[in-house]
């Protein structure tokens, strides 16, 4: 029985003994291979820079990856230019010189990303290192915000140019079509919520829609800030066109709410949006009643007479 144990035992301890040798060979491999390619050793202490820096990306990038935000970017591009096409007979000379300044962009934002990441490659966002992480990412998470295909990029700017007059003619008539869809549907959406706290007729909701649309007309921000333009436009109205369709008491009601979106004002101003009928007429006294009248007349009656300086009556 003993003999058979010993036996076990040096069977176990010769398979460890060619586990540890191989594993040994396995090493000897690698370390050979990092010795003759240098950069290897290079692109490990990359990668786990990248792992160790996951924060980067989810700051800069609104948590998406370099590669998911490319092809978005890329996606969206595409879109606009078969929207584009649907419109506009544009040539194939004028469809690659569109690609091209999608690449142009692509390239000059990552160019950015890779220098904000290499600013920050030795930094943690914690502690003092947070306001100088913000200050180096801030300018990216802008673009992100605004997005890289707003109206500065080398891709709006070639399709700017690059369109006949007639073609400019009935690309603007559309993009102005849709915007007025978009500005329509948020501006239904927000009466809906306006009515869980005012009811409106049918009549006033039409002439609401059709007032606040009408002060929408040519003001473009980015999407992020759809609701806020469709908010201020709707609760700046001036009174004396909220009297044309409200009854007195929605439109004490209206007040309260303007109160609530005027501090918008610089932020929309900020995006290019300025209104310039905002301008708030004074309230209008409201009528004294009967004995307020009566009072008025007999506190003249009582008035002391007033005298002049020379104390001549």
Sequence with gaps: MIGETTKYLLRKDARLAVFHRNLLCVLMVVIAIAALQPDCLAQ??????????????????????????????????????????????????????????????????????????????????????????????????????????????????????????????????????????????????????????MPLLSKQREALTNVVLERLEGKKVINQYRVYLVDYAMYTLPESKLKTFLDEKQVKFYRQKRSQVEGWKSMLEGQGAKFEDEVEEPAEPEEATEVEKEEAEDGAKKAPVQRNAGGLG
């Design 44 to 197: 490990f202490a990359i990668r786990a820079n990248v792992v160790q820096q996951g924060w980067f990306e989810s700051w800069a990038l609104q948590g998406r990856n370099e590669q998911y935000y490319r092809e978005q970017v890329e996606s969206q591009a595409q879109l606009e230019i078969e929207n584009l096409k649907s419109v506009v007979p544009i040539s194939e000379l004028q469809e690659k010189k569109l690609k091209l300044a999608l690449e142009g962009d692509l390239a000059r934002f990552f160019r950015m990303v890779d220098e904000a990441r290499f600013k920050t490659r030795n930094m943690q966002p914690v502690n003092e290192q947070v306001g100088e992480i913000s200050r180096i990412i801030s300018p990216i998470q802008q673009i992100v915000q605004k997005g890289i295909l707003d109206e500065t990029s080398l891709f709006h700017g070639v399709l700017d140019n690059m369109l006949t007059p007639e073609q400019s003619e009935l690309w603007d008539k559309e993009l102005a079509r849709r915007q007025r869809l978009i500005n329509k549907a948020i501006v239904q959406v927000q009466i809906c919520a306006l009515e869980k706290t």
